[in-house]
């Protein structure tokens, strides 16, 4: 059962406009979640992570916020660039290993 | 700095032949896994050592076998490869602090099982 949900397999933003990517958890026992970023080809890289403790992180151009209550978090990409379009994989620390979600894969457009 | 290196790159295997993917890690992390992506379903844990001389089950180990040789270089191997196994494997690694530190991924590993 997938712990970690990622609704959107698809996103299409233009260039310069915010981009943001929605994630849903299950398992309350979550306490620690990141977003990968991933190229064709590549591995996927660390992008950003928010500790359960608080509700928002920023780095740059990048927005991780934290919804407890409703399980859910969300990455804001302000403002979007075409060398942002990539897959995204939500994760949450599971204890021992990284749960992660599908992926959303994010389109910019000039 | 090579980082988490994984190898071969690429490799087509024949329904019931065995394998063994390689990966090493130059970074003096103590935790190791491996996963699978299929399309639609994400990034799965196959196994996963969280240090020197142990591993561990992930959600998804039928059919793998691992070898954590050494603190560097973490191996799985497929004793009789079948399509279900058609993958992109990633090794990873991870420092002290497990998981509250960045994992880093490798290259991947694209296997084909015909």
């Known amino acids: 059962d997938q712990q970690v949900k990622q609704n959107s397999p698809s996103l299409s933003v233009q260039e310069g406009r915010i981009s943001i990517l929605n994630c849903d958890y299950t398992?309350?026992?979550?306490?620690?979640f990141l977003w990968y970023k991933k190229y064709p080809a590549e591995g996927p890289t660390f992008l950003i992570s928010?500790?359960?403790?608080?509700d928002k992180n920023e780095d740059g151009r990048f927005t991780v916020f934290l919804n407890k209550s409703a399980k859910h978090l969300s990455l804001h990409i302000v403002p979007s660039q075409p060398g942002d379009s990539a897959v995204y994989f939500c994760?949450?620390?599971?204890?021992?290993?990284?749960?992660f979600g599908k992926g959303t894969s994010l389109l910019v457009t000039p | 700095n090579a980082g988490v290196t994984q190898t071969p790159k690429f490799q087509v295997l024949k329904t019931g032949q065995s394998m063994t993917l390689q990966c090493a890690q130059d970074?003096?992390?103590?935790?190791m896994y491996w996963y699978r992506q299929d399309p639609g379903m994400g990034l799965r844990l196959i196994y996963y050592?969280?240090?020197?001389?142990?591993?561990d089950k992930g959600e998804v180990p039928n059919g793998y076998n691992v070898s954590r040789l050494n603190k560097r270089e973490f191996s799985l191997r497929l004793e009789s490869a079948a399509p279900s196994q058609t993958s992109v494997y990633f090794c990873?690694?991870?420092?002290?602090?497990?998981?509250?530190?960045?994992?880093?991924f490798g290259e991947g590993s694209w296997l084909t099982v015909v």
């Open positions: 050592s969280a240090s020197e001389g142990t591993t």
């Open positions: 990873a690694s991870s420092g002290t602090g497990g998981l509250r530190n960045t994992i880093y």
């Open positions: 398992n309350s026992m979550f306490d620690y």
């Open positions: 970074m003096n992390h103590n935790s």
């Open positions: 994760a949450a620390n599971s204890g021992y290993a990284l749960n």
């Open positions: 928010i500790s359960s403790i608080k």
